[in-house]
């Protein structure tokens, strides 16, 4: 305990560097920029950032990478009160008070309880991370690849099956992903698959790529030809109208203290996201409070506890990702497979072998949050200024950072065409109603959990038992059948989840409005 | 036909994913399958062909439970966004980032309603100096801004 403390404090210095500081301001501020635009949730914006990372040293981009993702997250709060547009399903929690809050002219108020919650939920979550990481890496180090490979499938089947309404689709999308990330060459017997003797396809698909043109691009796409954000001219946000009332500031302590609870506790879970943690403590606050009929018309506490405890659980979601290797969902997998491309393997060897890495990380964590904090409280104006631009001239811009920012990747056009054909793809798929992001967790997937599954059978000699004879791996697969069950049984008999899809179904629900 | 309640979208999306499960199966049955203690690369893509056949056609199948209209495309924004992005990827390398970053803003503008000469050049200017601000000279990527090639 007391050498996690002291490897936390040499992590917190090594991030606090200069250069480092000044990567993790500019993460910080893209994020949230990219984040406050309309439709753009967390995961379209690490995937348009992530090629300005590439040329950094690996501290400094995961730093600026951590930023870009809290950045994201608080972004989309910002539209979700002034404008009702939830950057992620997630953000959705946040309109139902927040913007009710923005209409009676507290939209300071909101804004600010949200930073501050944020802050004090990361803080809490962060302190979770340090304190189960070390004890976790090394339960980690005894897991097999039977282990591995069940807990990613139950990381596939849970993140398809507590967020999605249809299970079926959501399986096919991760299915598919997983198939896309096979694409390539095989490592073990040489073989090129799915390549069609296109060269440029021997390698596989690109993260970038893929995250790009299915996120990004299908998101403009999505978004054309939809209704314009002409309220947010008429509002005045200044500094002095961001601190909220005693009355208001008293009532929001215990739903931000709840929040952050619950946040932490439930983003440790595969598929939990931050969604999940979000409409939860919404409802429980509304269950706990006095006066529920206050909700839904401007109750501060309905905005205080959901975006606390989503700051919390999108920071517990690095556990599992960081000290097991395995991804809880679309967003974590993004992450993953950017720290994979910075050279950085996470998993149980991380805490072990690369200790200094992981201390920076949470270091940088620290950072990345305080800055939050101290920059978006002055920083508010600006982003209110931003959402005055009309989407017109916006959406240029981000098309034209999607092509430079992959064109940078490869100096390939190539890779720019194979970015328009994931977006039609993505936009296809949304039209369809299939959400891309489980693709996107298939994707970053199929490598390891094909290789997991290939060694498992290797060592068990192809008795496909040993799944089920190992304990840990055969109470994985049972929460899974549980999982999968769950679900049949409430299809079945009519009942249909009312749990909110992700950003770009949202995103188009909400531009018809 | 009439009376029958059939979600149109689930029907061409079920449809449309059973299809391309079933070309991954195709496609993997050239793949070695290996035997059980090594199984070799045709045996995953199998599986995963097979499963997205049989969601494929559950969608579908269930489109007959409930009723849903076929969504309509915005012709208008693929096309322009696609030549928008197209545009970008044939003029970067042999002229350059600016003349890209037009080609890529007016056709992107094409999209929406209300195109206006003035807007649009002015947005692409900015962006142009904004771009050669962070990635040329923030982040010391090479991008030639404008090339003459003869």
């Given at each position: 305990m007391m050498e996690s403390l002291a490897s936390m404090g040499g992590g917190i210095l090594h991030a606090l560097d200069p250069m480092t500081l000044l990567y993790c301001f500019v993460g910080v501020t893209v994020g949230t920029f990219v984040g406050v635009?309309?439709?753009?949730?967390p995961l379209a914006t690490v995937s348009m950032l992530l090629?300005?990372?590439?040329?950094?040293e690996p501290t400094q981009a995961l730093v600026m990478l951590a930023g870009i993702y809290y950045g994201s997250q608080y972004g989309g709060s910002t539209a979700s009160i002034l404008?009702?547009?939830?950057?992620d399903a997630g953000a959705a929690v946040t309109c139902l008070d927040g913007y009710p809050l923005a209409r009676q002219g507290k939209a300071g108020t909101a804004l600010f309880v949200t930073t501050i919650g944020s802050f004090i939920g990361g803080c809490f979550a962060i302190t979770v991370l340090v304190l189960l990481a070390p004890p976790l890496g090394r339960i980690a180090v005894s897991m097999s690849s039977a282990e591995y490979f069940s807990m990613m499938l139950l990381g596939i089947i849970a993140a398809v099956t507590l967020v999605n309404g249809s299970v079926l689709k959501g399986v096919a999308m991760v299915a598919l992903g997983l198939v896309l990330g096979l694409?390539?060459?095989?490592?073990?017997?040489g073989t090129i698959r799915f390549?069609?003797?296109?060269?440029?396809l021997y390698d596989g698909a690109s993260l970038v790529l893929v995250a790009m043109g299915l996120f990004g691009v299908s998101e403009v796409l999505a978004s054309m030809g939809a209704a314009d954000n002409?309220?947010?001219?008429?509002q005045k946000i200044r500094l002095r109208n961001l601190i909220p009332s005693r009355d208001d500031m008293n009532r929001s302590w215990a739903p931000i203290a709840r929040g952050s609870v619950l946040g932490s506790i439930m983003g440790i879970?595969?598929?939990?996201?931050t969604t999940i943690p979000a409409f939860l403590s919404y409802a429980f606050e509304k269950r706990v409070?006095?006066?529920?009929?206050r909700f839904g018309k401007g109750a501060i506490e309905g905005v205080a506890a959901p975006e606390t405890a989503n700051n919390a659980a999108a920071q517990t979601a690095f556990i599992p990702t960081l000290t097991?290797?395995?991804?809880?969902g679309p967003t974590m997998a993004l992450m993953l497979g950017a720290l994979m491309i910075h050279g950085i393997t996470p998993g149980?060897?991380?805490?072990?072998?690369?200790p200094d890495v992981f201390w920076s990380l949470v270091g940088s964590f620290w950072v990345g949050n305080l800055m939050l904090l101290v920059l978006n409280l002055p920083m508010v104006g600006i982003w209110v200024w931003m959402l005055k631009i009309p989407y017109r001239i916006l959406y240029p811009g981000i098309l034209v950072f999607i092509c430079l920012g992959v064109y940078s990747v490869?100096?390939?056009f190539v890779d720019v065409i194979m970015v328009c054909a994931f977006g039609v793809v993505g936009y296809i798929l949304m039209l369809l109603r299939f959400e891309p992001a489980p693709l996107l967790l298939g994707f970053v997937l199929g490598p390891m959990m094909e290789e997991n599954l290939r060694r498992t059978l290797l060592i068990s000699n192809g008795d496909f038992s040993v799944f089920i004879e190992r304990p840990v791996s055969a109470g994985l697969l049972l929460v899974c059948a549980g999982l999968l069950a769950m679900s049949l049984w409430g299809a079945v008999s009519g009942r249909r989840k009312k749990l909110p899809p992700s950003d770009e179904s949202m995103a188009i629900e909400a531009h018809k409005a | 036909m009439q009376n029958w309640r059939i979600d149109k979208t689930d029907l061409v999306g079920g449809g449309l994913m059973a299809l391309v499960g079933f070309l991954v199966f195709l496609e993997s049955l050239n793949y070695d399958m290996g035997d059980m203690a090594s199984i070799g690369p045709g045996f995953f893509p199998r599986a995963l062909g097979i499963i997205v056949v049989i969601c494929g056609l559950g969608v579908a199948a269930m489109a007959f439970l409930h009723d849903g209209v076929l969504p309509k495309p915005n012709w208008r924004a693929v096309a322009t966004i696609a030549a928008s992005i197209l545009a970008f990827a044939g003029l970067?390398?042999?002229?350059?980032?600016v003349p890209a970053i037009f080609a890529t803003v007016i056709l992107a503008r094409l999209?929406?309603?209300?195109?206006n000469w003035r807007q649009t050049v002015l947005t692409a200017m900015g962006l142009s100096l904004f771009c050669y601000l962070i990635?040329?000279?923030?982040?010391?990527?090479?991008?030639?801004?404008v090339r003459w090639p003869l």
């Amino acid at each position: 305990m007391m050498e996690s403390l002291a490897s936390m404090g040499g992590g917190i210095l090594h991030a606090l560097d200069p250069m480092t500081l000044l990567y993790c301001f500019v993460g910080v501020t893209v994020g949230t920029f990219v984040g406050v635009l309309p439709g753009i949730g967390p995961l379209a914006t690490v995937s348009m950032l992530l090629p300005l990372t590439f040329y950094l040293e690996p501290t400094q981009a995961l730093v600026m990478l951590a930023g870009i993702y809290y950045g994201s997250q608080y972004g989309g709060s910002t539209a979700s009160i002034l404008l009702n547009l939830p950057g992620d399903a997630g953000a959705a929690v946040t309109c139902l008070d927040g913007y009710p809050l923005a209409r009676q002219g507290k939209a300071g108020t909101a804004l600010f309880v949200t930073t501050i919650g944020s802050f004090i939920g990361g803080c809490f979550a962060i302190t979770v991370l340090v304190l189960l990481a070390p004890p976790l890496g090394r339960i980690a180090v005894s897991m097999s690849s039977a282990e591995y490979f069940s807990m990613m499938l139950l990381g596939i089947i849970a993140a398809v099956t507590l967020v999605n309404g249809s299970v079926l689709k959501g399986v096919a999308m991760v299915a598919l992903g997983l198939v896309l990330g096979l694409m390539g060459t095989d490592v073990m017997s040489g073989t090129i698959r799915f390549a069609f003797d296109i060269p440029y396809l021997y390698d596989g698909a690109s993260l970038v790529l893929v995250a790009m043109g299915l996120f990004g691009v299908s998101e403009v796409l999505a978004s054309m030809g939809a209704a314009d954000n002409d309220w947010v001219a008429s509002q005045k946000i200044r500094l002095r109208n961001l601190i909220p009332s005693r009355d208001d500031m008293n009532r929001s302590w215990a739903p931000i203290a709840r929040g952050s609870v619950l946040g932490s506790i439930m983003g440790i879970v595969p598929g939990a996201g931050t969604t999940i943690p979000a409409f939860l403590s919404y409802a429980f606050e509304k269950r706990v409070s006095r006066t529920p009929e206050r909700f839904g018309k401007g109750a501060i506490e309905g905005v205080a506890a959901p975006e606390t405890a989503n700051n919390a659980a999108a920071q517990t979601a690095f556990i599992p990702t960081l000290t097991l290797g395995v991804p809880g969902g679309p967003t974590m997998a993004l992450m993953l497979g950017a720290l994979m491309i910075h050279g950085i393997t996470p998993g149980p060897q991380l805490i072990t072998q690369h200790p200094d890495v992981f201390w920076s990380l949470v270091g940088s964590f620290w950072v990345g949050n305080l800055m939050l904090l101290v920059l978006n409280l002055p920083m508010v104006g600006i982003w209110v200024w931003m959402l005055k631009i009309p989407y017109r001239i916006l959406y240029p811009g981000i098309l034209v950072f999607i092509c430079l920012g992959v064109y940078s990747v490869n100096y390939s056009f190539v890779d720019v065409i194979m970015v328009c054909a994931f977006g039609v793809v993505g936009y296809i798929l949304m039209l369809l109603r299939f959400e891309p992001a489980p693709l996107l967790l298939g994707f970053v997937l199929g490598p390891m959990m094909e290789e997991n599954l290939r060694r498992t059978l290797l060592i068990s000699n192809g008795d496909f038992s040993v799944f089920i004879e190992r304990p840990v791996s055969a109470g994985l697969l049972l929460v899974c059948a549980g999982l999968l069950a769950m679900s049949l049984w409430g299809a079945v008999s009519g009942r249909r989840k009312k749990l909110p899809p992700s950003d770009e179904s949202m995103a188009i629900e909400a531009h018809k409005a | 036909m009439q009376n029958w309640r059939i979600d149109k979208t689930d029907l061409v999306g079920g449809g449309l994913m059973a299809l391309v499960g079933f070309l991954v199966f195709l496609e993997s049955l050239n793949y070695d399958m290996g035997d059980m203690a090594s199984i070799g690369p045709g045996f995953f893509p199998r599986a995963l062909g097979i499963i997205v056949v049989i969601c494929g056609l559950g969608v579908a199948a269930m489109a007959f439970l409930h009723d849903g209209v076929l969504p309509k495309p915005n012709w208008r924004a693929v096309a322009t966004i696609a030549a928008s992005i197209l545009a970008f990827a044939g003029l970067i390398q042999t002229f350059g980032l600016v003349p890209a970053i037009f080609a890529t803003v007016i056709l992107a503008r094409l999209g929406e309603a209300g195109f206006n000469w003035r807007q649009t050049v002015l947005t692409a200017m900015g962006l142009s100096l904004f771009c050669y601000l962070i990635f040329v000279l923030g982040l010391s990527i090479p991008f030639a801004v404008v090339r003459w090639p003869l």
